[in-house]
């Protein structure tokens, strides 16, 4: 079963959605899902010292304006496994603009947390997570594309709502 074209289950109110897991936190390794064989590859190793900081993964049924699903990290009670599809409530979104090779182009991040989180239950937006959280996640992925020899800037931290917005924006099913 292709996970990247399974429904992504935007709720009419925009609170919640379906995500499927790349890469788990805290792991250094950035697993990528492969639609064509229907499996999880392994794309590349952090440096040293470099985790990821929340799961990361996608929303399925979208595509960004890098041809990929669009990118959504989780917060959850613990690390969840490669390949887990789950319902997470959107938080917000961190829209960014990434550059290599002279090119640019926008590179979202939507953030959400598990449903079935109990540390996590009561979360409804980005403000209530401090802004040092979104300095340190900012700061993670500024590090992790020049590692790479890109570019990552931040153009604005919204809302939930304008996260939905994004899913409807991008939405391909």
Not at 39 to 63: H, I, N, Q
Request: charged letters at 25%.
């Amino acid at each position: 079963m292709n996970l990247a074209a399974i429904p992504h289950g935007l709720t009419r109110r925009g609170a919640t959605v379906r995500a499927v897991v790349e890469s788990p936190r805290g792991g250094p390794y950035k697993f990528t899902y492969d639609p064509e064989l229907e499996a999880f590859t392994l794309s590349k190793r952090l440096p040293a010292g470099l985790v990821f900081p929340l799961d990361f993964g996608f929303v399925p049924s979208t595509r960004a304006e890098d041809g990929d699903p669009l990118d959504i990290l989780i917060l959850a009670d613990a690390p969840l496994i490669t390949g887990c599809v789950l319902q997470v409530r959107l938080l917000g979104v961190v829209e960014a603009e990434q550059t290599e090779e002279r090119q640019s182009f926008r590179n979202d991040r939507l953030i959400a947390a598990a449903v079935e989180s109990t540390l996590h239950r009561r979360v409804r937006g980005l403000a209530e997570l401090g802004q040092g959280f979104i300095e340190e996640f900012t700061t993670f992925w500024t590090t992790y594309n020049r590692e790479r020899d890109k570019d990552f800037r931040v153009l604005a931290v919204r809302g939930a709502a304008a996260a939905a917005g994004h899913i409807r924006t991008h939405s391909i099913a």
